[in-house]
């Protein structure tokens, strides 16, 4: 069964707190992406992964970093809380192979940056 | 700026009725478009997709109708149901490549 997984679903912090969001996927696929979704904006790449260890900055990286020692894992991680870090943060992951583009999304995490 | 752009933002329409989304881009070299299904609490779901050298592909009750000089494409729901009810995203990318770039998205309605 393919799936994408993130923990934890909710989270609140206070401004400045470190926040860990993890992500897993069972499709052993080489690309993993991180996204958040703010109203009226769509969803906005953060980070993507091409592999482990080998990780590349999206459209609105600043504020984030991320992780990926394994390939069924990609974390991301927000150094010091900001309020306007508040969304829904979604992983992806895809494999490019010869006829498939299709990432596959995780039901994402509502996080509340107080 | 808004690459990708979609209208309505949101659509509501009859059971039974065509649903017709629309979507444009500004870069050309952008070929590339899938559409993405969103239910509330939910992830996005892959629904259909195109490439730039077809005008139109069809998946049961969902068809996508490009035009590349106009830079426009739209996603047709035909006959639509209670449970097509969902926000639908608009994406596209370069060469296939991996960095979608997605639309604000339309949320879709459809009364019983």
């Known amino acids: 069964d393919m799936k994408v997984t993130q923990m934890p679903r909710y989270l609140i912090k206070r401004m400045g707190e470190n926040v860990l969001l993890e992500c897993g996927q069972d499709m052993s696929h080489e690309t993993m992406y991180w996204y958040r979704q703010d109203p009226g904006l769509g969803l906005q790449l953060i980070y993507i992964?091409?592999?482990?260890?080998?990780?590349s900055e999206g459209d609105i990286p600043k504020g984030y970093r991320v992780s990926r020692k394994k390939r069924e894992h990609f974390s991301l991680i927000l150094d010091s809380a900001k309020t306007n870090q508040t969304s829904v943060y979604f992983c992806?992951?895809?494999?490019?192979?010869?006829?498939?583009?299709?990432?596959?999304f995780g039901p994402g995490t509502r996080l509340t940056v107080l | 700026q808004q690459q990708v752009r979609q209208s309505p933002q949101s659509l509501t329409v009859w059971e039974g009725e065509t649903a017709i989304l629309n979507c444009s881009y500004e870069n050309s070299a952008f070929d590339y478009f899938p559409w993405y299904q969103q239910f509330p609490g939910e992830g996005p779901a892959l629904l259909i997709s195109?490439?730039?050298?077809?005008d139109k592909k069809e998946d049961g009750r969902f068809t996508i109708f490009f035009n590349k000089r106009e830079k426009k494409l739209s996603l047709h729901i035909a006959d639509s149901q209670p449970g097509d009810s969902a926000t639908y995203f608009c994406?596209?990318?370069?060469?296939?490549?991996?960095?979608?770039?997605f639309g604000t998205g339309t949320s879709l309605l459809v009364d019983p």
């Open positions: 992964s091409y592999d482990v260890d080998s990780n």
């Open positions: 994406a596209a990318s370069e060469g296939m490549g991996y960095k979608l770039t």
């Open positions: 992806a992951s895809s494999s490019h192979g010869e006829s498939s583009y299709e990432q596959y």
């Open positions: 195109i490439l730039s050298v077809s």
